[in-house]
């Protein structure tokens, strides 16, 4: 396998099953508050994944909401709640109180992809983190899952003070990892910040279609590679 001088690495639905778990916690959270609300269970659980998708489709809210994680779940869940109406503005803080104390742990690694960065640390490649967020949130998954001791370059939006796509982030991982654009790859799910935006730089960009969806009809990003999973890069 011939690898590039530097891959840099989303995190969220990359390395991490985010979205997965996410969907999973809440379902349980459905099943758990349906009752209090007055609310079919199934019902209440599709609801508030359209509503998520609803926040985080706008990309001011979507900003803000990295920033303040637990105002968006519960912004989410008002929401889902208003359109059921069965508007409870206590019983959206409360779910998304127990959602919050659950998130983290209910997060795990895709499978192979810890091991998928041993084995590309191992062969010398130059590994970077990128990854949008609140810089505590983020740093938190960074240090639940041990990730620190096989990044070159760690990259926080919280922190940094800016996050993907703006072209700052990646001219500093290249700085850090001490790399060439034509030398480097970018991996991530997200097909505007993760491969459009590097390939603007001269960076690879590599899609992780982890739904198996295939690209959207609607795109006109062409990814340089597509994968299921990181795990595919070392196979």
Request: glycine fraction near 6%; charge should be negative.
């Amino acid at each position: 396998m011939t690898y590039p001088h530097a891959i840099i690495f989303d995190l969220d639905d990359t390395i991490l099953d985010t979205t997965l778990s996410a969907d999973r916690l809440w379902s349980r959270a459905a099943e758990k508050f349906a009752k209090q609300a007055d609310l079919d269970a199934t019902a209440f659980d599709a609801q508030m994944k359209i509503s998520r998708e609803w926040f985080w489709s706008d990309p001011k809210r979507n900003l803000a909401g990295r920033m303040d994680l637990y105002k968006a779940r519960s912004g989410c869940v008002e929401h889902a709640l208003k359109t059921l109406d069965a508007s409870n503005a206590q019983l959206a803080t409360s779910i998304a109180d127990w959602f919050t104390q659950r998130r983290i742990t209910a997060m795990q690694p895709f499978d192979g992809a810890i091991d998928t960065l041993h084995t590309l640390k191992q062969a010398g490649v130059r590994l970077g983190l990128i990854s949008n967020g609140k810089g505590e949130t983020q740093r938190d998954k960074v240090i639940r899952f041990g990730l620190e001791p096989l990044f070159d370059c760690i990259i926080l939006e919280g922190e940094f003070g800016t996050g993907k796509p703006d072209r700052r982030v990646f001219d500093h991982a290249l700085d850090e990892l001490q790399a060439k654009p034509s030398d480097t790859w970018m991996v991530g799910d997200n097909l505007q910040w993760e491969v459009a935006a590097p390939q603007a730089l001269g960076i690879k960009g590599i899609w992780v279609d982890w739904r198996g969806t295939g690209l959207p009809e609607d795109t006109d990003v062409v990814p340089d590679r597509t994968v299921r999973s990181i795990a595919e890069l070392v196979v």
